[in-house]
């Protein structure tokens, strides 16, 4: 039970708050997004401007890791949550690696520099705490994991996919070296959900915030299943499983 962005339902998305629901209501790990701020710092965040923390159309590599700690991220959602910072990845890392597994999505921001910048600072900072066998990192792009995987190769690798291919043979290649496969689950047949299991591979799923797309899920044989309500999710596995 994989809370995505945190309880981001009920809590402004990528900050404490929502960790700190996500792991109130029990979920087993967390997702969250990864940017690169203009002084090369990890932060935690997930669009491509700061509109939803007050900072307009400008992007998170335009204000160092300082700047960006002192914008409010939580007020878009609601009052109660205004003050609420946009976390660097040390202060989640310093507040919940020890007690929970978290999924961390590289975004494709920038340009091919910026990113790989990106992966390389991720992975070192994984590296540095010996946490990379509890930690999967995630990206769109396979090319990015293999570049963290040089910082850190013990490193848990997670190709997302939306919507998934087919399971060519191509595919196949690109797989070598990966942990798992994460996919959105309004694109997942069963027939790629089987091919996935063929090759070996754990599959995540996202975001499931229906009892449907919980359901698909579960029938795919999700090893993960990612929401924005990680409580909610919890009854739902339960009593769908219970019925099975």
């Known amino acids: ?3 995505h962005r945190g309880a981001s339902a009920e809590r402004p998305e990528n900050t404490l708050t929502a960790f700190d629901e996500a792991r109130r209501q029990g979920a087993d790990a967390f997702e969250l997004d990864v940017q690169l701020s203009g002084d090369g710092i990890p932060v935690v965040y997930h669009d491509r401007s700061l509109r939803k923390a007050g900072g307009g159309l400008r992007r998170v590599a335009s204000l160092e890791a300082t ?3 002192r914008l409010d991220a939580g007020g878009w ?3 109660r949550y205004r003050g609420q910072r946009i976390p660097t990845l040390t202060q989640v890392l310093d507040r919940y ?3 929970t597994q978290l999924l961390i999505e590289i975004k494709l921001r920038g340009g091919r520099e910026a990113r790989g910048r990106l992966a390389r600072a991720v992975a070192e900072l994984l590296r540095a705490r010996q946490i990379e066998r509890r930690t ?3 990206c769109f792009d396979d090319t990015l994991l293999h570049q963290a995987a040089c910082s850190a190769p013990r490193l848990r690798l997670v190709l997302n996919l939306d919507p998934p291919p087919r399971m060519t043979m191509a595919l196949r290649k690109r797989l070598d070296g990966l ?10 047949t069963p027939a790629f959900a089987a091919a996935v299991h063929d090759v070996g591979l754990p599959l995540f799923t996202y975001t499931c915030n229906t009892e449907r797309t919980v359901a698909r899920s579960l029938a795919a044989g999700a090893s993960g299943v990612m929401s924005d309500r990680p409580g909610w999710l919890r009854e739902t596995m339960r009593s769908l499983q219970a019925a099975r």
């Open 179 to 188: 942990h798992a496969l994460s996919v959105d689950i309004r694109g997942l």
């Open 97 to 99: 690696s020890d007690s």
């Open 67 to 69: 700047e960006l700690g």
């Open 77 to 79: 959602f609601d009052a």
């Open 1 to 3: 039970m994989i809370a």
């Open 136 to 138: 999967f990192v995630l």
